[in-house]
């Protein structure tokens, strides 16, 4: 008998590798060739899909942030399955192990797509989040606007929440409260 699953491919297993590498000693000690050796691949191969860490690791922040992202399917009204799939989106993102790791040990990492450009999986959000936008407008369930700045807008806000929620935090405060709050945050910008 045959198995029905698929040999993972070598991008598959770099990437995978990276995130392992990544995970244990950070990412200014990952190497392609580390990834080599843990993908169990030839330095050629890597090499020949990625020419620095830095194109892997764009490639491995978008696979990773793409899974994060929590369309909710279940709430009542769109606005309702807008608000609850930002909140769960900022709380998955904080919970991520490889998220916290390039927080802990590489957070220039982030920077170019805070400061300077959206990456891929920024831009794939805010695709979704402007596509929920538009469903809602035509429904009468979310504000009129245009969908685009509105999401552009929603992602900015969920930055800080996920990005800065450790600073907010630091008396003591429940990071719950806090999402509560952006929860209300993002209920009142998209009323109608």
């Not at 369309?71 to 909140?87: C, E, I």
Request: glycine share 8%; charged share 25%.
């Amino acid at each position: 008998m045959t198995s029905l699953r698929h040999k993972p491919d070598a991008g598959d297993l770099a990437l995978d590798a990276a995130r392992a590498s990544i995970l244990a000693v950070g990412w200014s000690r990952t190497t392609l060739t580390e990834v080599a050796r843990r993908a169990g691949v030839s330095r050629m191969t890597i090499y020949r899909k990625w020419p620095d860490m830095g194109a892997l690791l764009a490639d491995l922040m978008t696979r990773e942030w793409t899974d994060l992202v929590r369309l909710d399917t279940t709430g009542a009204t769109a606005l309702d399955r807008l608000v609850r799939g930002g909140v769960a989106t900022v709380q998955a993102v904080r919970a991520n192990p490889l998220f916290a790791r390039i927080v802990e040990l590489d957070p220039e990492l982030l920077l170019p797509y805070l400061l300077d450009r959206p990456g891929r999986s920024q831009r794939l959000v805010i695709d979704a989040v402007a596509g929920q936008i538009r469903a809602g407008q035509e429904s009468g369930e979310i504000r009129a606007g245009d969908p685009e700045l509105l999401a552009r807008s929603i992602v900015l806000a969920c930055h800080g929440f996920t990005l800065s929620v450790r600073t907010m935090t630091a008396g003591g405060l429940d990071e719950g409260r806090l999402d509560a709050e952006l929860a209300a945050l993002l209920e009142g910008y998209l009323r109608p």
